[in-house]
């Protein structure tokens, strides 16, 4: 690439404007990596930490839901009987993380009132409804930790094509025009040492010149004289 660059000044300023625009975009590319790996290191903290938190809530709930059923009886038939639209749903949002834009899941409460609300209240009520709450709070889990994945792939695939950005103009964009700019750096101290070298005869020759046209008009004036 340097050699196909004509090593003129003109070349030389249009290579330094764009050693600096690259530096400019590598170090905004750097600090945009930084942000999303700190980001990064949070979601995956956080992906471990609800992990754990919803395996003893799992486990409470389903260990609540056999005291319930021990209680109440086998109620899972009047609750599959009952209404079968949804009071709780899911619903997606954005959030923004350095340029990135990352999937949020929210819980919303539809407003729905289910039929089998009353569930239970003659024998075993207060177990059904802490079976309930139990699973409400595992599926409130269940919504963080999928939204917590989901941002968790997408931050991933971003921090690993800003790293490739990061890594081809450190290692080969910057590093070609450097090699652009010390090629036409070379080519033009070559060409001054050339327009040196060609001025210094030329001044050598004229010098030559005067002295030997200095001489030709002593030996006239001599040969005058005589």
Same mark, same amino acid.
Request: charged share 30%.
């Given at each position: 690439?340097?050699?196909? *660059?004509?090593?003129? $000044?003109?070349?030389?300023?249009?290579?330094?404007?764009?050693?600096?625009?690259?530096? #400019?975009?590598? $170090?905004?590319?750097?600090? +945009?990596?930084?942000?999303?790996? =700190?980001?990064?290191?949070?979601?995956?903290?956080? &992906?471990?930490?609800?992990?754990?938190?919803?395996?003893?809530?799992?486990?409470?709930?389903?260990?609540?839901?056999?005291?319930?059923?021990?209680?109440? #009886?086998?109620?899972?038939?009047?609750?599959?009987?009952?209404?079968?639209?949804?009071? &709780?749903?899911?619903?997606?949002?954005?959030?923004?993380?350095?340029? =990135? +834009?990352?999937?949020?899941?929210?819980?919303?409460?539809?407003? =729905?009132?289910?039929?089998?609300?009353? %569930?239970?209240? *003659?024998?075993?009520? +207060?177990? &059904?409804?802490?079976?309930?709450?139990?699973?409400?709070?595992? @599926?409130?889990?269940? &919504?963080?930790?999928?939204?917590?994945?989901?941002?968790?792939?997408?931050?991933?695939?971003? @921090?690993?094509?800003?790293? $490739?950005?990061?890594?081809? %103009?450190?290692? *080969?964009?910057?590093?070609?025009?450097?090699?652009? @700019?010390?090629?036409?750096?070379?080519?033009?101290?070559?060409?001054?040492? !050339?327009?040196?070298?060609?001025?210094?005869?030329?001044?050598?020759?004229?010098?030559?010149?005067?002295?030997?046209?200095? +001489?030709?008009?002593?030996?006239?004036?001599?040969?005058?004289? !005589?």
């Amino acid at each position: 690439m340097s050699e196909g *660059v004509p090593p003129t $000044r003109m070349n030389q300023q249009v290579f330094k404007g764009k050693k600096k625009a690259a530096e #400019g975009g590598h $170090r905004l590319l750097k600090k +945009k990596a930084d942000a999303l790996k =700190v980001r990064f290191n949070d979601y995956a903290k956080n &992906i471990a930490e609800t992990k754990s938190h919803m395996s003893g809530v799992a486990s409470s709930s389903f260990f609540s839901l056999t005291q319930a059923e021990y209680a109440a #009886g086998n109620f899972k038939q009047k609750v599959a009987e009952g209404s079968m639209q949804a009071s &709780i749903r899911v619903g997606a949002g954005v959030d923004n993380v350095a340029g =990135v +834009k990352l999937p949020v899941f929210r819980r919303f409460d539809t407003g =729905v009132v289910q039929e089998n609300q009353s %569930l239970g209240l *003659v024998g075993g009520g +207060k177990k &059904i409804v802490a079976v309930r709450e139990k699973f409400t709070e595992l @599926l409130e889990l269940l &919504i963080k930790l999928a939204s917590l994945q989901t941002s968790f792939q997408t931050l991933d695939e971003a @921090l690993k094509v800003t790293n $490739r950005r990061v890594n081809a %103009l450190e290692n *080969v964009t910057i590093p070609r025009i450097q090699g652009t @700019l010390d090629y036409i750096a070379r080519e033009l101290d070559e060409l001054e040492r !050339e327009d040196f070298t060609r001025l210094k005869l030329v001044k050598s020759a004229k010098e030559e010149a005067i002295k030997l046209a200095e +001489k030709k008009k002593k030996l006239l004036n001599d040969s005058c004289k !005589e």
